[in-house]
């Protein structure tokens, strides 16, 4: 069972940047597609960017070229450097499979955007 456990959320202001970070248990990581996903308040989860297992990389369009994603397998880690901060992308973050989910998914990590 892999457990995943996302940090480095918080509130920023307008056009801030994070990064935010997954630790996943488990020797299987290195080889799968990773993914981060959002939920914001009333709508469902939605993919923001996704990473295969040799680092080619995929972004949502509402995304695309103020985040990016990266992986260091060596560590079982996965990570989203997000730029430009807007309100919309307040939301709580997930890191998971893509584009088949692993069956239990992390708390999740609060970003909060205020203008």
């Known amino acids: 069972q892999v457990q995943l456990v996302e940090s480095g959320g918080a509130l920023v202001q307008v056009g801030g940047s994070l990064r935010l970070s997954c630790a996943a248990s488990?020797?299987?990581?290195?080889?799968?597609?990773m993914g981060w996903y959002r939920q914001a308040p009333g709508k469902q989860r939605e993919l923001v960017a996704f990473?295969?297992?040799?680092?080619?990389?995929n972004y949502a369009e509402s995304v695309k070229g103020r985040f990016t994603i990266s992986r260091d397998n060596t560590k079982n880690a996965l990570y989203l450097h997000m730029n430009s901060l807007k309100p919309e992308d307040t939301a709580v973050y997930y890191c998971?499979?893509?584009?088949?989910?692993?069956?239990?998914w992390g708390q999740g990590t609060q970003v909060t955007v205020s203008s």
């Open positions: 998971n499979k893509y584009p088949e989910h692993f069956a239990s």
């Open positions: 990473i295969t297992s040799n680092g080619w990389t």
């Open positions: 488990g020797s299987i990581f290195s080889i799968n597609t």
